[in-house]
């Protein structure tokens, strides 16, 4: 079985910094793109930054130049720097992982999600 665990959520004020993580684990075979996802009450879940495997990147008009994510690939963890968060960046949280277990094909997986709240 494959485990997606984020962590680095909570609360914070506008204009101040969280850092999220996920973490991926068990019979991995390799990881092609992360991402990270988030949802807020009322409104479908959405792209907020993907990594490929070697390291390119793309992000969200919403976040560019406030955003940054990178990833570990030793570690089969992916990161989410944000900063200047502004109040409309509240959201559940969620990571994605396009990966392969050791006997299998490509498959899409995700993190339980992680709360990120912003106040004014």
């Known amino acids: 079985q494959v485990q997606l665990v984020e962590s680095g959520g909570g609360l914070v004020q506008a204009g101040g910094s969280l850092r999220l993580s996920c973490a991926a684990s068990?019979?991995?075979?390799?990881?092609?793109?992360m991402a990270w996802y988030r949802q807020a009450p009322g409104k479908q879940r959405e792209l907020v930054a993907a990594i490929t495997s070697g390291g390119s990147t793309n992000y969200a008009d919403s976040v560019k130049g406030r955003f940054t994510i990178s990833r570990d690939n030793a570690k089969n963890t992916v990161y989410l720097q944000m900063n200047s968060l502004k109040p409309e960046d509240t959201a559940v949280y969620y990571c994605?992982?396009?990966?392969?277990?050791?006997?299998?094909?490509?498959?899409?997986?995700w993190g339980q999600g992680t709360q990120v709240t912003v106040s004014s």
């Open positions: 068990g019979s991995i075979r390799d990881i092609n793109a």
């Open positions: 994605n992982a396009d990966l392969r277990l050791r006997f299998g094909t490509f498959s899409a997986y």
